[in-house]
T-cell receptor, first 115, second 112 residues
Framework: AQKITQTQPGMFVQEKEAVTLDCTYDTSDPSYGLFWYKQPSSGEMIFLIYQGSYDQQNATEGRYSLNFQKARKSANLVISASQLGDSAMYFCAMSFPSSASKIIFGSGTRLSIRP | NAGVTQTPKFQVLKTGQSMTLQCAQD?????MYWYRQDPGMGLRLIYY???????DKGEVPNGYNVSRLNKREFSLRLESAAPSQTSVYFC???????????FGPGTRLTVT
């Protein structure tokens, strides 16, 4: 079965600290993509970062990096130097080209940044 | 580029009424998707269209129908709305492969 698990419903972090949001996944499909989306209180879904299952290096996008550990089936999001504007829901997601690129989402982590 | 657009942004329906949610993308993407997001939860796939002329059921298709009108447009229809369909509806599109989807701004639907 294909599944995404986010075990942290909520987190509080001090501004300027780094934060790691956990994500584990389960699939037997060898080809897949892993993503993180941010959903601020305004409601839109903002794409943050992508990691392909065959990519050798961890993906990075500015202050975001994806710690991809394939053997452990984990894809944690690391945000460096957190900012107040990082307060939002964060969703881990996975897609499968063998299934019309459908995406399945985790239940999300609500991140709150303290000033 | 507008990306993915959705209309309307908000809608209130009475139980039993019908309506169609519209979605359009200008990125020449092959695949389009409809999701719903209930409070405090992740997104669940309702229907998707891998290419123009094809549609398939997702995880929660009951009570909905879709039409892929052309490559740009993918509509979602509620034939007889129920309070359980109160949710935020997102449309998304994707070029193909294991890559990210691009989301519209969402439609907040309340069924009373």
């Amino acid at each position: 079965a294909q599944k995404i698990t986010q075990t942290q419903p909520g987190m509080f972090v001090q501004e300027k600290e780094a934060v790691t949001l956990d994500c584990t996944y389960d699939t037997s499909d060898p080809s897949y993509g892993l993503f993180w989306y941010k959903q601020p209180s305004s409601g839109e879904m903002i794409f943050l970062i992508y990691q392909g299952s065959y990519d050798q290096q961890n993906a990075t996008e500015g202050r975001y990096s994806l710690n991809f550990q394939k053997a452990r089936k984990s894809a944690n999001l690391v945000i460096s130097a957190s900012q107040l504007g990082d307060s939002a829901m964060y969703f881990c997601a996975m897609s499968f080209p063998s299934s019309a690129s459908k995406i399945i989402f985790g239940s999300g982590t609500r991140l709150s940044i303290r000033p | 580029n507008a990306g993915v657009t959705q209309t309307p942004k908000f809608q209130v329906l009475k139980t039993g009424q019908s309506m169609t949610l519209q979605c359009a993308q200008d990125m020449n993407h092959n695949s389009m998707y409809w999701y719903r997001q209930d409070p405090g939860m992740g997104l669940r796939l309702i229907y998707y269209s891998a290419s123009e002329g094809t549609t398939d059921k997702g995880e929660v298709p009951n009570g909905y129908n879709v039409s892929r009108l052309n490559k740009r447009e993918f509509s979602l229809r509620l034939e007889s709305a129920a309070p359980s369909q109160t949710s935020v509806y997102f449309c998304a599109s994707q070029t193909g492969g294991p890559y990210e989807q691009y989301f519209g701004p969402g439609t907040r639907l309340t069924v009373t």
